[in-house]
């Protein structure tokens, strides 16, 4: 097997249509839990189906937590 075939670093999931979803969490300045969202919904077609979307979900409640935290201070 060749290389790209292998690429765990940067597999077909994340490169699905124009723009590979690492360069778009990276131009938007994303941070951690919405980088992480953005990454999730993104594969959740093309890899994990649901589970992907639950992850989504996971770090979207951690993101609203913070931000109701931020609005609260």
Known sequence: ?????????????????????IDYIL?????YL???IIKYVSRYKFKNGVEDLNKA???LGK????ENQMENV
């Open 27 to 31: 131009d938007q300045e994303f941070d």
């Open 1 to 21: 097997m060749s290389w790209v075939e292998e690429d765990n670093i940067n597999p077909n999931h994340y490169k699905q249509g124009n723009i590979e979803v």
């Open 34 to 36: 919405e980088g992480n």
């Open 57 to 59: 979900s996971w770090y």
């Open 63 to 66: 993101l609203i937590e913070r």
